[in-house]
Nanobody, 123 residues
Framework: QVQLVESGGGLVQAGGSLRLSCVDSGRTFIIYGMGWFRRAPGKEREFVAAVSWSGTRTLYTDSVKGRFTISRDNAKKTVYLQMNSLKVEDTAVYYC????????????????WGQGTQVTVSS
């Protein structure tokens, strides 16, 4: 079973940085691909980034390329999302998710979800 808990959200000014963490308290973290999604107020859930179980393959949505970096530490059962040069439009609740299949940008491909952490970027 996978149990995901996100942390690291908060309030930051535009241009600032945050690092989100997602810890899996289950026993099989290493075999799951991991993704980050976000939902802004009044909008649909949006794919942000994903990393394969080995960490060798990553995916990013175009709007965050060059600013966000996804990584994982399997020994700590943790996936990270380093967010730099934050913009007001990055404001959202950020969710991590785990997939037993190949990583993708589609939320339906993910089996387990965390509760989310709020990121607010002020101008």
């Amino acid at each position: 079973q996978v149990q995901l808990v996100e942390s690291g959200g908060g309030l930051v000014q535009a241009g600032g940085s945050l690092r989100l963490s997602c810890v899996d308290s289950g026993r099989t973290f290493i075999i799951y691909g991991m993704g980050w999604f976000r939902r802004a107020p009044g909008k649909e859930r949006e794919f942000v980034a994903a990393v394969s179980w080995s960490g060798t393959r990553t995916l990013y949505t175009d709007s965050v390329k060059g600013r966000f970096t996804i990584s994982r530490d399997n020994a700590k059962k943790t996936v990270y999302l380093q967010m730099n040069s934050l913009k007001v439009e990055d404001t959202a609740v950020y969710y991590c998710a785990a997939t037993s299949s190949a990583i993708s940008s589609g939320p339906s491909g993910y089996d387990f979800w965390g509760q989310g952490t709020q990121v607010t970027v002020s101008s």
